[in-house]
């Protein structure tokens, strides 16, 4: 049974990797924002537990807190998966102050406050461990309309190859996770923006054509990002560590 910390799992990709480590047996904490949606997730599992640390991850103080919290109520963690993080298109011409900081402050200091405290647990308990970053497709390629998106999860790529050498001393591997278009709420948001740009508003045909973008023919279902955490966080990927791992239908293979 390990002991697993998890942020942005109370929707989507993160949701579904809740799932799996609790039906896995584990103990999962949940760090969010949407505290109702960690509730009905952790009343949906009969195995394992989940418990939800209401946290903002852009608030390093609140970060700080609530894996304090954590460490008191389950331990520390084994095992850390980063996943909280905000997506919103703009053009180059129309971009906001307010959406740049947003995501900005999501998805990179997030991580990054999020990794300080909880690696430090996990040197403090001197038994290793397994951090997993989520990355994105965009970490290799670029896309219309996401820019800052794209260059915070080109930095967290990053991150995750620079935190492996830090890390390793203290026998933590971390690997990011790189994947392509998976259906979550995030998305909707995404490809009713591009409804709206290039397929006079129909959703549908914007999905098909995502799904057309990609070898394998479709785009993701969140469990199928989730084993690949899964997998990175077990003995069984015990050699890898500062790896960016495509879970990308083929996208970037082309
Ligand atoms: N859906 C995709 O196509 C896709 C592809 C590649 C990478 N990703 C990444 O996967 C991760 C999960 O996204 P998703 O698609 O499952 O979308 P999602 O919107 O369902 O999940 C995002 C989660 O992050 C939480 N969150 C947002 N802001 C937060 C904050 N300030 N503090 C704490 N939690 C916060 C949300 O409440 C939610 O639980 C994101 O980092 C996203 O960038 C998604």
Known sequence: MSIVYITGGATGIGAATVRKFASS???????????????????????????????????????????????????????????????????????????????????????????????????????????VLMASDQALVGKEGSIVYGATKAGVAQMAKSLSVALSPHGIRVNAVCPATVKTPLTEHVFKWLADKHFDGDVEAAWAAEADLLPIGRVADPPEIAEVVYFLSQPSSSFMTGALVPVDGGLTAQ
Request: charged share 25%; aromatic share 4%.
């Open 25 to 131: 047996g584990d103990d999962v904490a949940v760090f969010d924002i949407n505290g109702d949606a960690v509730e009905q997730l952790s009343s949906e599992v009969d195995s394992g537990s989940v418990t939800l640390f209401e946290t903002d991850v852009r608030n390093r103080a609140s970060v700080r807190e609530s894996i304090a919290s954590a460490a008191s109520d389950l331990g520390p963690p084994t095992t850390l998966f980063v996943n909280a993080g905000v997506q919103k298109l703009q053009g180059i011409f129309e971009m906001e102050d307010d959406d740049i900081d947003l995501i900005i402050d999501v998805n990179l200091k997030g991580t990054l406050y999020t990794v300080a405290e909880a690696a430090a647990l996990m040197r403090d308990a001197g038994k290793g461990g397994t951090i």
